[in-house]
């Protein structure tokens, strides 16, 4: 077990899943806006991974094959430009394609509704495997969600055969998460995680500047679960 005296993290270091004002939902601020909030909270990098165009109200694929062109830093806080993109189907099919992808510094994959319709659990596993062959995806973007179940074992012996890395979402496991059975299900993952010795990230899912780097909710669940610190990616 996670020991009494560990402690409490006010901020990540490093922030792989937030968004900016180009996924959206009502998001207002810029990726210069979230540098330096992440400046002023003594974070050290963050990952822009908005939401591919698939998304209601998403990106434009546009706004992706700019990003290469992007400053690596602002503020001092390195920056790391990806995508969260959408399986579209039981094939894994992405809503960005190669050529876009393969000039970002990464890509989260995640199932989102009403892009994918879910289905039965080997359907579902299987797409997100098939997903996370794409030699660009690095990081299982929230699949505790309950309205698309899985076999987490079967899905973390891929991703770790694969080096891609599950994470642990904040958002998913707030009191107000419109994600279905998110706690159970994440209890699954850090168990099937632990047991095949699989790394995992901590995420804020931060859409805009401010919740960067916040993973209560998600440490609560390490230490509830006793889950390994040392296959925590991204502990400060």
Not at 133 to 139: D, E, L, Y
Request: proline share 6%.
């Amino acid at each position: 077990m996670m020991p009494s005296s560990t402690p409490p993290i006010s901020y990540l270091s490093e922030d792989w899943h937030v968004h900016s004002i180009a996924s959206g939902h009502g998001t207002l601020d810029s990726i210069t806006d979230i540098a330096r909030e992440a400046a002023k909270r003594g974070m050290k990098l963050i990952g822009i991974s908005d939401h591919g165009p698939a998304t209601l109200g998403g990106t434009a694929l546009s706004y992706f094959r700019s990003l290469p062109l992007c400053e690596p830093r602002r503020f001092g806080v390195e920056l790391r430009y990806g995508a969260e993109a959408n399986i579209l189907d039981g094939n894994g099919s992405l809503d960005i394609p190669d050529e876009i992808l393969e000039k970002l510094d990464y890509c989260i994959v995640s199932m989102h509704r009403p892009i994918y319709k879910g289905s039965e659990s080997t359907v579902n596993t299987h797409a997100y495997i098939q997903a996370m062959s794409h030699p660009k995806v690095k990081i299982l973007g929230h699949c505790d969600d309950g309205r698309f179940s899985v076999d987490y074992d079967e899905l973390v012996r891929a991703a770790t055969a694969m080096g891609v890395t599950p994470e642990l979402n904040n958002v998913s496991l707030s009191p107000d998460s419109y994600r279905l059975n998110c706690r159970a299900n994440a209890t699954r993952l850090l168990e099937a995680c632990a047991k095949y010795n699989c790394p995992i990230l901590l995420s804020s899912d931060s859409h805009g500047r401010k919740h960067i780097g916040e993973v209560a909710y998600a440490m609560e669940l390490v230490k509830e679960t006793g889950f390994p610190l040392t296959l925590i990616k991204n502990l400060p």
